[in-house]
């Protein structure tokens, strides 16, 4: 990394247990950010372990943080779990997303007092708003959502992947260069695509809910070189790396909102194709996908990117959908619960079956 971002500014050690979010603590890390508020109180309400850790945060700023709008409820991420320190490198790419990618972007996102990743520790940490206390509705992916919903969302991410689309901004050196490959990523899924590992997920009731013709470790282990050399071939943007509805809110106003994001460079119809395939029940994704890609494209148009046609947006879309059916087979439970998994594997696998995803693949150079 040529230069140092704000995610990499921190003037504060970073906690590496819930028992160190102090009072003194989190004033200091508001400070960093705001300088001059202060807190009366502060109090953890309530851990929410998983993935990453959410810590709910009663807080009583002082006037000066009150005239700021520091909110009397927060929430607070971190990697407090046995497993954060192998995950580190997601914990540093949502920090990414809130200290330098969210000030320039028009997805709408929990707004954000502080956000810090120190690589000697392996820890990020981000201190924002409560949702929850705001009142949005949270999306869930056992509840699909309506074309027109998908639509609206697609129009926000249009604008997103516009603002760096085949820009330098996104290579090395540029301002967005923290954000890794997108498929060179699936590197870490190494330790999961050996015959033991790979063979207990095809035989669960995820596996089971998918076709067979997936079932294959040798053409999954084929289809990430071809995917990755491929990737590298056509117009790359910066996305949000992760917008399954588990991520996903609709403002108090009706907007479509986002969080948890993991930004990588990619090409868009990686997120297009992962969004659109969550985010519907499988009748009306074979029945809308492809008019909705036509939207998404023209909303790009727009804002300025140099879209290729339909047909080629297409072709990609059925290509990209092995990289979601990867990541939702082969996800871990105790970051999504069984049930979730398992609907998006079906979704996906559903997907791949109606865009001739293998045939796609085989014809890849």
């Not at 192998?86 to 809130?98: I, L, Q, R, S």
């Not at 997936?214 to 990755?228: E, N, R």
Request: glycine share 8%.
């Amino acid at each position: 990394m040529t230069t140092e971002t704000r995610a990499e500014s921190a003037v504060i050690a970073l906690p590496l247990r819930v028992e160190d979010v102090t009072r003194a603590w989190l004033e200091a890390a508001l400070a960093s950010w705001t300088p001059g508020v202060g807190l009366d109180a502060a109090e953890v309400i309530e851990v929410i372990h998983g993935t990453c850790t959410k810590v709910r945060i009663r807080l009583a700023p002082d006037a000066a943080g009150r005239a700021v709008g520091i909110p009397e409820w927060v929430v607070m991420k971190a990697g407090f779990e046995p497993h954060s320190r192998a995950m580190h490198y997601m914990h540093g790419m949502e920090v990414h997303a809130y200290a330098d990618v969210a000030p320039d972007s028009p997805l709408r996102t929990p707004r954000c007092f502080f956000a810090a990743y120190d690589a000697e520790q392996e820890q990020g940490v981000v201190i924002m708003e409560d949702l929850r206390a705001r009142g949005v509705t949270f999306l869930h992916p056992q509840r699909p959502q309506t074309p027109d919903a998908v639509a609206k969302r697609l129009s926000v991410l249009a604008k997103h992947h516009a603002m760096t689309w085949g820009s330098a901004d996104i290579e090395p050196g540029g301002r967005f260069a923290f954000a890794g490959d997108y498929i060179a990523g699936f590197a870490s899924f190494a330790p999961l695509l050996t015959p033991e590992v790979w063979g207990s997920y095809v035989a669960s009731s995820r596996g089971a809910a998918a076709s067979v013709r997936f079932h294959s470790l040798d053409w999954m282990k084929g289809v990430l070189g071809k995917l990755g050399r491929h990737a590298r071939s056509v117009p790359r943007a910066l996305i949000h790396g992760d917008t399954h509805l588990g991520n996903l809110y609709i403002d108090i106003d009706g907007e479509p909102g986002f969080f948890d994001s993991l930004p990588h460079v990619a090409p868009a119809m990686i997120e297009i194709a992962y969004h659109i395939t969550c985010a519907l029940d499988p009748a009306d994704r074979r029945e809308h996908d492809r008019a909705l890609v036509d939207h998404y494209r023209r909303e790009l148009i727009a804002a300025g990117a140099d879209a290729p046609p339909l047909d080629e947006l297409m072709h990609q879309f059925g290509l990209y959908l092995a990289t979601g059916y990867l990541i939702f087979l082969l996800n871990a439970s105790a970051f999504q619960p069984e049930a979730i998994n398992t609907a998006y594997t079906a979704r996906f696998s559903s997907a791949m079956l109606d865009h001739d995803t293998i045939g796609l693949i085989a014809a890849l150079d």
